[in-house]
T-cell receptor, first 109, second 118 residues
Framework: DAKTTQPNSMESNEEEPVHLPCNHS???????IHWYRQLPSQGPEYVIH???SNVNNRMASLAIAEDRKSSTLILHRATLRDAAVYYCILSGSDYKLSFGAGTTVTVRA | NAGVTQTPKFRILKIGQSMTLQCTQD?????MYWYRQDPGMGLKLIYY???????DKGEVPNGYNVSRSTTEDFPLRLELAAPSQTSVYFC?????????????????FGDGTRLSIL
């Protein structure tokens, strides 16, 4: 399975943007890049996903490098409710998700 | 819309006891999954199912069994509980329709079952 690499933690101030990087140098052509987040004591929550083009939704934006070996999740204006563990995951033809340790995001008021 | 519902939310078992964790979804999703999450770790896939009557092992299947008799339900059974199975268990589902591949479908998770085995 193709793996991803994320920083262990990131801090941000409330109302400021947060850029979460993810490296996936062994990504295959059919792998989608998914982002999930997990708030304390809750199940993972889908955030966004994409294949090649940048994607936007109400929660976040996903910027995918041209060679697809890295991507960045962008939270445009962090709120205290965005404090969570964020997982960058590759999802391919076997539809199974492989969760790593993720990035713990702390938002300061 | 309930989504993915897991019961019970909490349970304490004694070593050697058995129990079934229930999972049901109302989104008519073909694919369903069971994960476990140990403290401070990411999720690990236990079993998955691509449709009624079809199940397959994931990364950590030992000590567990599953069945899929209907599209909606995907119960996980622990036959002989062991302390190593103390964990939080999450059920998820996804659709196989739309997009250009199965990787194009997000998974929807339940709120989890917190299981302690003493």
């Amino acid at each position: 399975d193709a793996k991803t690499t994320q920083p262990n933690s990131m801090e941000s101030n409330e109302e400021e943007p947060v850029h979460l990087p993810c490296n996936h140098s062994t990504i295959s052509g059919t792998d989608y890049i998914h982002w999930y987040r997990q708030l304390p004591s809750q199940g993972p929550e889908y955030v966004i996903h994409g294949l090649t083009s940048n994607v936007n939704n109400r929660m976040a934006s996903l910027a995918i490098a041209e060679d697809r070996k890295s991507s960045t999740l962008i939270l445009h204006r962090a709120t205290l409710r965005d404090a969570a563990v964020y997982y960058c995951i590759l999802s391919g033809s076997d539809y199974k998700l492989s969760f790593g340790a993720g990035t713990t995001v702390t938002v300061r008021a | 819309n309930a989504g993915v519902t897991q019961t019970p939310k909490f349970r304490i078992l004694k070593i050697g006891q058995s129990m079934t964790l229930q999972c049901t979804q109302d989104m008519n999703h073909n694919y369903m999954y069971w994960y476990r999450q140990d403290p401070g770790m990411g999720l690990k896939l236990i079993y998955y199912s691509v449709g009624a009557g079809i199940t397959d092992k994931g990364e950590v299947p030992n000590g567990y069994n599953v069945s899929r008799s209907t599209t909606e339900d995907f119960p996980l059974r622990l036959e002989l509980a062991a302390p190593s199975q103390t964990s939080v268990y999450f059920c998820a589902s996804s659709s196989h329709f739309g997009g250009s591949g199965v990787g194009n479908q997000p998974q929807h998770f339940g709120d989890g079952t917190r299981l302690s085995i003493l």
